[in-house]
């Protein structure tokens, strides 16, 4: 899989403790935010999670800077890169891909902040994290803010609440508070 392709891992993976029911699942008055719940709560929440990923890479492509996100994974997946060769191959691409002033998906990073091709032959895992940042910030301040108000996003948020106000879903709830009410 390229980075691209790739689902995204959980790089800020806080530890969770959840409280199941007797089948299981998680218990509705422990339950950990999830979904667009989650998202909603910070661009770092949404990037760890690859549905929330997908929805984000949707509505930056409405925007015209899908880019940006891309450029961001391709680092975070270049950072797990092991090996000086694979690393030379990685860094030329992404330079190739995004930085570069022919790249097919230029990104938006201050021009003293850009690389010059020389460092392409001795990479290193942090070589992009000035210009990731430069990006995560641009996503943060400006795109992630519409994204919350975006139907792509508010669609998402409102199937995710009937299928939690669903029958199914409130049984299980009421089973879960009789376990732990008792």
């Not at 909603?40 to 509505?59: H, I, M, Q, Y």
């Not at 994290?129 to 430069?134: I, R």
């Not at 943060?140 to 409102?158: A, Q």
Request: charged content about 30%; aromatic content about 10%.
């Amino acid at each position: 899989l390229s980075w691209n392709e790739a689902p995204l891992l959980a790089v800020f993976s806080p530890v969770r403790l959840e409280i199941n029911d007797s089948e299981g699942h998680p218990s509705s008055s422990h339950q950990t935010l999830k979904g667009t719940s989650k998202w909603a709560t910070s661009l770092e929440n949404l990037l760890e999670d690859p549905e929330g990923v997908k929805r984000f890479r949707e509505f930056l492509k409405k925007e015209f800077s899908e880019e940006n996100v891309l450029f961001w994974l391709a680092c975070e997946e270049f950072k797990k890169t092991q090996g000086k060769k694979q690393m030379q191959e990685k860094a030329k691409e992404i330079y190739m891909t995004f930085l570069s002033s022919k790249a097919s998906s230029q990104v938006n990073v201050e021009g003293q902040s850009r690389l010059s091709e020389t460092i392409l032959e001795t990479p290193h895992p942090l070589m992009f994290q000035k210009l990731q940042d430069q990006i995560f910030n641009l996503m943060k301040y400006d795109s992630y803010s519409r994204f919350l108000k975006s139907d792509i996003f508010l669609n998402h948020k409102k199937s995710e609440e009937q299928e939690e106000n669903s029958p199914e879903a409130q049984t299980a709830a009421k089973r879960a508070s009789r376990i732990y009410n008792t």
